[in-house]
Nanobody
Framework: QVQLVQSGGGSAQAGDSMRLSCVAS????????LAWFRQAPGKEREFVAA????????YYEDSVKGRFTISRDNALNTVYLEMNNLKSEDTAIYYC???????????????????WGQGAQVTVSS
């Protein structure tokens, strides 16, 4: 069966950097669109970043543009989220997600994704 297993996360100070990883199994990784979402305390889950299967174009939520980078390594079945210049408002549980051949109109929507990682807490202190 399909599994997305996350690693990374933890505590950081404002201005620090952190990398999240998500390893997929049970699927043909190169055919999947990949994304990161996050859920802050008391808030709904929101889109952070995404990559389509066949394009290197990256998509970002406005507040993370220029600070976060999503990337994938198809040889390792892994998607990464590199987070730089962390801010206290980045504190949240971060989730990776995958969808086979996701279309552009769905890429920022939770409902567009079929598979989810277990989540990783990121806490940023100011």
């Amino acid at each position: 069966q399909v599994q997305l297993v996350q690693s990374g996360g933890g505590s950081a100070q404002a201005g620090d950097s952190m990398r999240l990883s998500c390893v997929a199994s049970g699927l043909t990784f190169r055919n999947y669109g990949l994304a990161w979402f996050r859920q802050a305390p008391g808030k709904e889950r929101e889109f952070v970043a995404a990559l389509r299967a066949t394009s290197n174009t990256q998509y970002y939520e406005d507040s993370v543009k220029g600070r976060f980078t999503i990337s994938r390594d198809n040889a390792l079945n892994t998607v990464y989220l590199e987070m730089n210049n962390l801010k206290s408002e980045d504190t949240a549980i971060y989730y990776c997600a995958a969808k086979r051949w996701i279309i552009l109109s769905q890429i920022r929507l939770q409902s567009g994704y079929d598979y989810w990682g277990q989540g990783a807490q990121v806490t940023v202190s100011s």
